[in-house]
């Protein structure tokens, strides 16, 4: 996965921004940027730019004549997928994603129930076409494959909503199926039970069944809790 902006103050981050979710800084630690920079072999000026975006997730604040202060967790925006995906490359991965996975379980049965009522044609359509790849790369350890149809299944309900809450919610979703994936917290083949599950949600919004389609992909969400509990205790 890319991470954010490019180049020298890329690289930087893909360092000192994991370092920083995994704790290895405790908050309050003050890290001087000509020290980072002279660490880096990067000028100042990419370091500030480093700096900026980490500020922007509320990981650290820089203050004149004090330096880059780590915050404490509280502070972080748990909700960027940046951040999210730095978590989920570290120790912290077991609970990232049972905490993730139970804001997908309070949030996506009820965007199903509003995509059955809000759901346009194209958007049936395309929920559908998402449910079909994903049974296609269902078998033969064709992960990846059914990641891209899985991630996309998902977007289309929560924009189909019509909640603007809720589509927002869509990068957040993408990331911890991606993390389950290729952090090896998936079946070698998907549940067959769960792909199932996604066909006859596809199924309910088209016909307009609310209710049938929250309820089936409250199962979806549990049976994603369950998978945790054994993959990831």
Same mark, same amino acid.
């Given at each position: 996965?890319?991470?954010? #902006?490019? =180049?020298? !103050?890329? !690289?930087?981050?893909?360092?000192?921004?994991?370092?920083?979710?995994?704790?290895?800084?405790?908050?309050?630690?003050?890290? @001087?940027?000509?020290?980072?920079? +002279? @660490?880096?072999?990067?000028?100042?000026?990419? $370091?500030?730019?480093?700096?900026?975006?980490?500020?922007? $997730?509320? &990981?650290?604040?820089? %203050?004149?004549?004090?330096?880059?202060?780590?915050?404490?967790?509280?502070?972080?925006?748990?909700?960027?997928?940046?951040?999210? %995906?730095?978590?989920?490359?570290?120790?912290?991965?077991?609970?990232?994603?049972?905490?993730?996975?139970?804001?997908?379980?309070?949030?996506?049965?009820?965007?199903? #129930? &509003?995509?059955?009522?809000?759901?346009?044609? *194209? +958007?049936?359509?395309?929920?559908? /076409?998402?449910?079909?790849? $994903?049974?296609?790369?269902?078998?033969?350890?064709?992960?990846?494959?059914?990641?891209?149809? *899985?991630?996309?299944?998902? %977007?289309?309900?929560?924009?189909?909503? =019509?909640?603007?809450?809720?589509? %927002?919610?869509?990068?957040?979703?993408?990331?911890?199926?991606?993390?389950?994936?290729?952090?090896?917290? $998936?079946?070698? *083949?998907?549940?067959?039970?769960?792909?199932?599950?996604?066909? +006859?949600?596809?199924?309910?919004?088209?016909?307009?069944?609310?209710? @049938?389609?929250?309820?089936?992909? @409250? /199962?979806?969400?549990?049976?994603? &809790?369950? /998978?945790?509990?054994?993959?990831?205790?």
């Amino acid at each position: 996965m890319s991470t954010p #902006g490019r =180049g020298l !103050h890329g !690289h930087v981050l893909d360092t000192l921004g994991p370092e920083i979710t995994a704790g290895e800084y405790s908050p309050g630690s003050v890290l @001087r940027t000509d020290e980072l920079a +002279q @660490r880096f072999d990067v000028s100042r000026s990419v $370091m500030r730019e480093a700096v900026r975006v980490l500020e922007s $997730m509320h &990981l650290v604040e820089s %203050r004149r004549r004090v330096g880059v202060t780590v915050l404490p967790k509280s502070e972080w925006n748990v909700y960027d997928p940046q951040v999210i %995906r730095w978590r989920l490359a570290g120790k912290d991965r077991p609970q990232q994603l049972r905490s993730l996975t139970m804001l997908r379980s309070a949030v996506e049965p009820v965007a199903a #129930g &509003l995509a059955a009522k809000n759901a346009n044609a *194209d +958007q049936c359509a395309a929920l559908t /076409e998402c449910a079909l790849g $994903m049974v296609a790369n269902s078998r033969g350890h064709k992960l990846e494959g059914y990641l891209v149809h *899985d991630v996309a299944f998902h %977007r289309v309900i929560l924009n189909a909503s =019509g909640n603007e809450m809720f589509a %927002r919610l869509g990068d957040v979703v993408a990331e911890v199926l991606a993390g389950r994936t290729h952090h090896d917290v $998936m079946f070698h *083949d998907p549940d067959p039970a769960a792909v199932t599950l996604h066909v +006859q949600v596809a199924e309910a919004v088209r016909a307009g069944d609310a209710t @049938r389609a929250e309820q089936l992909t @409250r /199962e979806i969400t549990v049976g994603a &809790l369950e /998978e945790l509990d054994i993959l990831a205790p």
